[in-house]
């Protein structure tokens, strides 16, 4: 089975503000405010180039950042869960 | 209604109704000098009726029921006017306030800037912000503090602050036995008595002040000063807010706003003169 690809709210739908190193996010379509870590926000501006799977995922922010692999796939899935990224 | 008393507070105008002229004869000796409404028309209506009293005004929320009892030993009309007055104008704010982000938040201000108590019931700010307001700052007030959405100044609404258990004693040391409404024993909060604001809270109800010092008071502890993170602040405040979600983004650019912009502190503080002195303290730093 191919891995899931995910795609994010536009940034007019997902207002982020940061605040000492943690990032506040007001998502228009639930109404819901999420305090996020780093990568999240990251994640979310990395997928509004369009849907990607964990692995388009990654190569699209080694482009910018040192980042570590593992993870990148749960992390997904926790924002699937809040409601910040859905399937493709 | 038989009974009739409105008066504003800051932006919010109430009409108190009462079956019984007992409890406005109490209102209006306790809120004495508020100004009426300005064009006649009320915000929010508070009615006190002798057959299920409760009902009609605790229609909005069955939360709140219970949360207090009346006492034996006051009288039943007068007990009635005062508490449900003052839980009814908080009720009323806490679902019907739309112009403003509602901080369950004590305020005063001095210079032209404000500073915001919050935090747990029983912290202590009610007792603080009562005693800064005789002290040389200007009482902006004891339970809501409102954020204006488009400008991030906050509002007064210096209702009569409610002060409980120990704090009455502390405050009747400073303040003329006229401020005072009658002594309410037997609540389940314990004893508590209202007590009008000074006149200069009354007399600028109208004038906001942008928000310079957050305060986290906590009350009978080790004299202390922490630091808070932003989004713990922010996340605080969130929850010390009765309207944030509804608000939407405009909660959320609000709030945002306050806690990008201002410096913030948790104080602990063993009794009220400590706390006055921090207080004074960290205002000179973020001055």
């Known amino acids: 089975?191919?891995?899931?690809?995910?795609?994010?709210?536009?940034?007019?739908?997902?207002?982020?503000?940061?605040?000492?190193?943690?990032?506040?996010?007001?998502?228009?379509?639930?109404?819901?405010?999420?305090?996020?870590?780093?990568?999240?926000?990251?994640?979310?501006?990395?997928?509004?180039?369009?849907?990607a799977g964990?692995?388009?995922?990654?190569?699209?922010?080694?482009?910018?950042?040192?980042?570590?692999?593992?993870g990148i796939a749960a992390r997904l899935e926790e924002l699937e869960a809040a409601g910040l990224v859905r399937r493709a | 209604m038989r009974h009739r008393l409105a008066f504003q507070v800051g932006p919010v105008a109430f009409?108190?109704?009462?079956?019984?002229?007992?409890?406005?004869?109490?209102?209006?000796?306790?809120?004495?000098?508020?100004?009426?409404?300005?064009?006649?028309?009320?915000?929010f209506t508070v009615r006190l009726e002798p057959e299920q009293p409760w009902r009609r005004w605790l229609r909005p929320s069955v939360a709140i029921r219970g949360d207090y009892m009346l006492p034996d030993a006051m009288p039943m009309a007068l007990a009635h006017g005062l508490l449900a007055a003052e839980m009814g104008m908080n009720l009323q704010m806490a679902?019907?306030?739309?112009?403003?982000?509602?901080?369950?938040?004590?305020s005063v201000e001095k210079g032209g800037r404000s500073l915001i108590l919050t935090g747990e019931s029983g912290a202590g700010k009610s007792t603080l912000a009562a005693l800064l307001g005789e002290r040389g700052?200007?009482?902006?007030?004891?339970?809501?503090?409102?954020?204006?959405?488009?400008?991030g100044a906050l509002h007064p609404f210096p209702r009569a602050v409610s002060l409980k258990n120990g704090a009455i004693a502390v405050v009747e040391r400073e303040v003329i036995p006229t401020?005072?409404?009658?002594?309410?024993?037997?609540?389940?909060?314990?004893?508590?008595?209202?007590?009008?604001?000074?006149?200069?809270?009354?007399?600028?109800?109208?004038?906001?002040?942008?928000?310079a010092l957050i305060l986290f008071p906590r009350f009978g502890v080790a004299e202390e000063v922490r630091?808070?993170?932003q989004a713990e602040i922010f996340m605080r405040l969130t929850q010390a807010s009765t309207n944030y979600v509804a608000l939407g983004a405009a909660g959320f650019d609000a709030l945002t706003r306050l806690v990008s912009e201002t410096p913030?502190?948790?104080?602990?503080?063993?009794d009220t003169d400590a706390a006055v002195a921090l207080v004074e303290d960290l205002w000179r730093q973020a001055a």
């Not at chain 1, 007001?26 to 405010?33: F, I, L, P, V, W």
């Not at chain 2, 700052?137 to 400008?151: I, K, T, V």
């Open chain 1, 1 to 51: 089975m191919a891995a899931p690809r995910y795609v994010a709210d536009p940034v007019e739908d997902i207002r982020t503000v940061a605040l000492d190193g943690l990032c506040v996010l007001y998502h228009a379509r639930s109404g819901a405010t999420h305090i996020v870590a780093p990568p999240v926000p990251e994640i979310l501006e990395a997928l509004r180039e369009g849907p």
């Open chain 1, 54 to 70: 964990a692995a388009e995922l990654l190569r699209r922010l080694e482009r910018q950042f040192e980042i570590e692999g593992d």
């Open chain 2, 15 to 43: 009409r108190i109704g009462s079956a019984w002229r007992a409890p406005i004869d109490a209102l209006g000796a306790l809120y004495a000098g508020y100004p009426e409404p300005e064009d006649g028309i009320c915000d």
């Open chain 2, 95 to 106: 679902l019907g306030q739309k112009r403003y982000l509602l901080l369950h938040a004590a």
């Open chain 2, 137 to 151: 700052w200007r009482l902006m007030g004891d339970e809501f503090a409102l954020l204006d959405l488009a400008s």
């Open chain 2, 179 to 211: 401020r005072f409404g009658p002594r309410l024993d037997g609540t389940p909060k314990g004893a508590i008595r209202h007590m009008r604001p000074a006149a200069d809270a009354l007399q600028r109800m109208g004038e906001g002040a942008p928000p």
């Open chain 2, 227 to 229: 630091p808070v993170g």
């Open chain 2, 264 to 270: 913030a502190a948790a104080i602990d503080y063993p």
